[in-house]
């Protein structure tokens, strides 16, 4: 049995550094390639948003003196280039995928809508939807939520660094006690940084459901959705 039958793939781009530190580690690039292709096996329609935080993040470069709105333009187009580098990798291991893309950058990319897109993924296609809203001053967290909501994904799975949510930060906090499974009302009461305010808001009101896992632990995907209880499940 399979937990979701539609996903919404949340990934970070800052993971793909892996342990080089910067760009994209070709190592990692292929893990994450792999651990999609077992859920694809499964029967499961995958929708990925990637962020570029690896390459150019345009908050902290409009902090460095850069116009806010190049900067988050210059951030699209590296999302843009993380989920080329993705569907190369996935179409390595024979799997089919389309990007697209929020801004028009054909033949990069194919301009997003929302039915082109439902239609791909019910033809077997795995769909990357890259440079976020399309808008400056919105997340790909954001861009992920939107773009969740629109394909009617059953859920959000929000691949990250740590294996849940967490009381406090766990790398700071040993005393951390882990959610497996949480309130959207409880997350604002308590002030704790899931996503951004306004990813967080879109996916309540339209009950979306968002599990947060450790994505760079090999298998992890699989056993979401398998079932097992291995992160943290929000929800309304």
């Not at 740590?162 to 604002?188: H, L, M, R, W």
Request: some cysteine; proline content about 3%.
């Amino acid at each position: 049995m399979v937990r979701f039958k539609r996903i919404l793939l949340k990934l970070s781009g800052e993971s793909l550094m892996g342990e080089q530190g910067f760009g994209i580690d070709p190592k990692r690039l292929s893990d994450y390639a792999c651990q999609i292709k077992e859920v694809y096996a499964m029967g499961v329609q995958i929708g990925i948003v990637i962020g570029g935080g690896n390459i150019f993040r345009g908050l902290s470069g409009s902090q460095k003196g850069f116009d806010r709105v190049k900067g988050d333009q210059m951030g699209m187009c590296a999302t843009v280039i993380n989920s080329l580098a993705l569907s190369s990798a996935l179409e390595s291991v024979g799997i089919k995928t389309k990007v697209l893309t929020a801004i028009r950058m054909e033949p990069i990319g194919e301009f997003y809508n929302k039915w082109k897109a439902i239609e791909a993924m019910e033809a077997g296609y795995i769909c990357i939807f890259s440079a976020g809203t399309g808008n400056p001053y919105f997340t790909t967290d954001t861009g992920a939520s939107l773009r969740g909501i629109e394909i009617n994904a059953d859920v959000m799975l929000k691949g990250t660094r740590v294996d849940g949510i967490y009381t406090a930060d766990p790398e700071k906090d040993p005393e951390a006690k882990k959610f497996n499974d949480i309130t959207y009302d409880e997350i604002y009461t308590r002030g704790l940084k899931v996503m951004d305010l306004t990813a967080t808001t879109m996916c309540k009101e339209n009950h979306l459901p968002i599990y947060v896992f450790d994505m760079d632990v090999y298998g992890n995907l699989k056993k979401v959705l398998s079932g097992e209880e291995i992160g943290t499940l929000v929800h309304n």
